[in-house]
Antibody, heavy 116, light 111 residues
C-alpha cells in the first residue's frame, strides 16, 4: 500500500533554514507528481508546491516563492522541501501528497515551528 | 491566489443529507473539471473523497457525491453518520500560474 513518511520538522528560529523529506513506498515514485501542503495550527489547508514526476516542472504558492525549493531523488524514492528565510507565518504541519490534479495519498505530516 | 469559498460550518442529524458548497471563479472551478474534496478528522491527515468533480476513489462510501455547476462545486453526504463529523476541504486546479487552490474548509457537525 502507498506510504508517505515526512521527516525533518522541528523548532527553528526566524530567518533560518530547514529541509523536509518525504520517503515514499508502495508505488512507483518516479511515475508521479508530488506536492507539499501545509496547515497552520487551527487553520485550513494551504497548497505549497508541486513537482512533476521527472522534475521537469515545478510550481509554488506566492507565499513561499523565492524562499522554498521543491526537489526529488527518484533513485531514493524521496521528495524534499528546502525552506529558507523562515518566518513565524511558516509555522505549520507540512504534508507531502501524491499525484498531480488530485492528492490521492497523504503522509501524516511533520511539524515545523518557527519561533525565537 | 485567493482561496475557494466554503461555508465555515454545516450541521445535520443522523440519516439526513447535507451539501457543502465551494465557490470559485472562471479561472479555477469554472474552467476545469478538476475539483477534489478531502475529509480530515482531528489530528489526522486529509483523505481524498472525490476527484475530478464527481469520481469516488475505491473504498470511499457511495454516500459521498460531488457535482459542479458553473463556478460552484458541491459535496453531498447522504445518510449522515456520526463518523462523518470532520472538516471538509475542496480543491481546484487553477491553471499553470496558481496551479492548485484550496477552500477554507467546512466543519461538519452531526447533531
Amino acid at each position: 500500500q502507498v506510504q508517505l513518511v515526512e521527516s525533518g520538522g522541528g523548532v527553528v528560529q526566524p530567518g533560518r533554514s530547514l529541509r523536509l523529506s518525504c520517503a515514499a513506498s508502495g508505488f512507483t515514485f518516479s511515475n508521479y507528481a508530488m506536492h507539499w501542503v501545509r496547515q497552520a495550527p487551527g487553520k485550513g489547508l494551504e497548497w505549497v508546491a508541486v513537482l512533476w514526476y521527472d522534475a521537469s516542472n515545478k510550481y509554488y504558492a506566492d507565499s513561499v516563492k523565492g524562499r522554498f525549493t521543491i526537489s526529488r531523488e527518484n533513485s531514493k524514492n524521496t521528495l524534499y522541501l528546502q525552506m529558507n528565510s523562515l518566518s513565524i507565518e511558516d509555522t505549520a504541519m507540512y504534508y507531502c501528497a501524491k499525484d498531480l490534479y488530485q492528492l490521492t495519498d497523504w503522509g501524516q505530516g511533520t511539524l515545523v515551528t518557527v519561533s525565537s | 491566489q485567493s482561496a475557494l469559498t466554503q461555508p465555515a460550518s454545516v450541521s445535520g442529524s443522523p440519516g439526513q443529507s447535507i451539501t457543502i458548497s465551494c465557490t470559485g471563479t472562471s479561472s479555477d472551478v469554472g474552467s476545469y473539471n478538476l475539483v477534489s474534496w478531502y475529509q480530515q478528522h482531528p489530528g489526522t491527515a486529509p483523505k481524498l473523497l472525490i476527484s475530478e468533480g464527481s469520481k469516488r476513489p475505491s473504498g470511499v462510501s457511495n454516500r459521498f457525491s460531488g457535482s459542479k455547476s458553473g463556478n460552484t462545486a458541491s459535496l453531498t453526504i447522504s445518510g449522515l453518520q456520526a463518523e462523518d463529523e470532520a472538516d471538509y476541504y475542496c480543491c481546484s486546479y487553477a491553471g499553470s500560474n496558481t496551479f492548485v487552490v484550496f477552500g477554507g474548509g467546512t466543519r461538519l457537525t452531526v447533531l
